[in-house]
């Protein structure tokens, strides 16, 4: 039987770990956090879901996924290859689609709660 997976109170946990960095860091490395709680099959890939959590810095994005994204706490802004930029703050929510390019400047430590959609590699 298939069953519902929860992540009680996503904005207070405390048993996030060190995780591989979400994208490539222009200059310092900012640490880097993260609590999955389901991973499961989706038609033509996987699907991701968590709490991630990063410190202040840069980083260089090229996305082979899509994300949408809940923010629980901080200041991101996100510059597209094109030069567009999308600042989002506590409260806001996003996707990045898929093939997105840009930076990601963790202005103010953030914590957001994801859903990844991650392709098969023939897809």
């Not at 999955?36 to 989706?42: K, R």
């Amino acid at each position: 039987m298939v069953e519902i997976s929860v992540q009680k109170n996503p904005a207070r946990l405390v048993n996030l770990e060190a995780c591989e960095s979400f994208g490539a860091p222009v200059g310092a490395l900012p640490l880097q956090t993260n609590a999955g709680f389901f991973e499961g099959d989706l038609a033509g890939g996987q699907l991701y879901t968590g709490t991630w959590e990063c410190e202040p810095g840069v980083l260089e994005l090229d996305l082979e996924l899509t994300e949408f994204c809940y923010l629980l706490e901080g200041h991101w802004k996100f510059t597209s290859q094109t030069g567009v930029v999308t600042e989002v703050k506590e409260g806001d929510s996003w996707v990045f689609p898929r093939g997105w390019k840009g930076t990601a400047e963790v202005i103010k430590k953030v914590r957001k709660v994801y859903a990844m959609m991650v392709p098969d590699e023939a897809s």
